[in-house]
């Protein structure tokens, strides 16, 4: 939760500075910019609008393809997913596939141009930004010693409790084998 707070307190900054050199009032519903007033929520809904445009002109031009994503893992399908259905697009799987196979009829220009691109933006941040928090994590919370694990070089024969067993086994084989050769000949 504190690096959450962190990028919001941060953001705030960056809001600061920026309505400091300009003509910029930002809150909570409203944004104005040269004292001309615009609606947050109006906002998204219009860059919302272009897009849903941009993909109906494009399915013309291109259109939609079967897609098959396999992704690395389920947040990296959720990332998917949210995209995807943030451009109207209906991600389903087949029964069988694996919880991150993600299925979709897209145009080809939009996997190329957009959605991959922003599928590896937003990996990319994710992964950054859970590694940094499992090492606070770590520190903070399990131990405070998070340094790599030593290096060190291998015994010469260690061997397992199994390999023992079997080395055992193979040795109580032979003599059995051998007994069993000596009674025969009698």
Do not use: H
């Not at 900054?13 to 004292?35: F, H, M, N, W, Y």
């Not at 609606?39 to 939609?64: F, N, T, W, Y």
């Not at 995209?83 to 196979?101: A, C, D, V």
Request: glycine fraction near 2%; hydrophobic fraction near 45%.
């Amino acid at each position: 939760m504190r690096g959450a707070f962190s990028v919001v307190s941060a953001a705030n900054r960056v809001t600061e500075k920026l309505s400091a050199r300009l003509p910029l009032q930002v809150s909570t519903d409203r944004i104005t910019i040269d004292g001309k007033n615009f609606a947050v929520k109006d906002a998204a809904d219009r860059a919302e609008q272009r897009i849903l445009d941009r993909l109906k002109s494009m399915g013309a031009a291109d259109p939609p393809v079967q897609f098959k994503f396999t992704l690395r893992d389920m947040r990296q399908q959720k990332v998917m997913v949210a995209l995807m259905r943030r451009y109207g697009l209906k991600p389903y799987r087949y029964r069988g596939q694996r919880y991150t196979t993600v299925m979709a009829r897209v145009p080809r220009r939009l996997v190329n141009e957009t959605l991959w691109a922003e599928l590896q933006e937003i990996s990319v941040t994710l992964c950054i930004y859970l590694s940094e928090v499992t090492e606070r994590v770590v520190s903070e919370v399990i131990c405070r010693d998070n340094s790599e694990v030593d290096v060190v070089d291998e015994p010469r024969q260690a061997l397992s409790v199994f390999d023992q067993a079997y080395s055992e086994l193979a040795m109580l084989f032979v003599l059995a084998a051998a007994s069993f050769a000596k009674v025969s000949r009698a």
